[in-house]
């Protein structure tokens, strides 16, 4: 009887400290499991459907799916953190984060400064209008209120056309906070990566947006970021990519996301 009891108090205690250290785990962040060194990825989570949080502070989206694949494949334990675009590439330097996974395309000017994955997704630019816009094509912009989010390839391809010193160009911290200025008539589009553009249009047909495909705009592809000179990380997020292209998961995934 008493040991019954003692072996109770041991089991509610257990359940106690679980809960606890479940709840402490603290939002925003996942863990991969086992002991070994923790790889520490930025994303910035508001990019459906490649990376954005749940009701539940979950993490979610196409990128998310893959590097959790990749880290697995390649042998690595990672650690997910939600990180402000804007800055992001600088946590790199500065050790606060080892990988950054945020549908980044990779670009001449920021391999100068980074090391990048082989790539792993291709892109191109699109344009989110209202319904009865006049804007047919990218051109057309030129004199109109674009909304782009700060530092992208968006805000590139839309400086290049408008002089980055524009005032008709309204840089926003987030993709979802341009769209917004959009619903709101304050821009007359939305420069993005077509995967987000198009997620966004299809999943809020109340907002009265349609897209905009530009043929004119190059091809963009997506990798991972690392630290300059990474090599041990680098060999293995690689590895991790080319065994899940081989075996499958890669296509999976992506035609979750995708796939029609
Ligand atoms: N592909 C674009 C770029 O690299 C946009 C990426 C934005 N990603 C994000 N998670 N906000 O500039």
């Keep these: 009887m008493k040991n019954l009891k003692t072996v109770m108090m041991f089991a509610i205690s257990l359940v106690m400290i679980v809960t606890l250290a479940a709840c402490g785990a603290g939002k925003n962040e996942e863990t991969g499991s086992g002991s070994a060194k923790e790889y520490i990825v930025a994303t910035d989570a508001s990019y459906a459907p490649f990376e954005s949080l749940t009701e539940k502070n979950e993490f979610i989206g196409f990128d998310i799916e893959l590097v959790k694949a990749v880290a697995e494949k ?4 990672i650690k997910i953190v939600n990180t402000p675009w804007e ?3 600088a946590t790199l330097n500065n050790g606060d984060r080892d990988l950054l996974v945020s549908a980044i395309t990779i670009t001449d000017e920021r391999k100068k400064e980074y090391d990048f994955s082989d790539p792993y997704f291709e892109a191109r630019q699109s344009m989110a209008v209202p319904n009865n816009t006049s804007i047919k094509n990218f051109a ?22 408008m002089g980055a010193d524009s005032k008709d160009i309204r840089r926003f911290e987030t993709t979802p906070l341009a769209l917004k200025e959009l619903e709101n008539g304050g821009v ?9 553009v198009k997620y966004y249009v299809k999943n809020n047909p109340d907002k009265g947006f349609k897209t905009i495909d530009e043929p004119l705009f190059a091809a963009e592809y997506y990798g991972f ?36």
């Design 140 to 161: 057309e912009l030129k004199g109109k209120k674009v909304g782009v989010q700060t530092g992208t390839t968006g805000d590139e391809v839309v400086s290049k056309l």
């Design 188 to 196: 007359d589009a939305v420069v993005a990566d077509n995967g987000v």
């Design 225 to 260: 970021v690392m630290k300059k000179g990474n090599t041990e990380l680098m060999g293995k997020i690689n590895d991790g990519l080319k065994k899940i292209k081989e075996d499958g998961t890669y296509d999976a995934i992506y035609n979750k996301y995708f796939g029609e």
């Design 87 to 89: 800055g992001m590439f």
């Design 74 to 77: 390649g042998g690595i334990n």
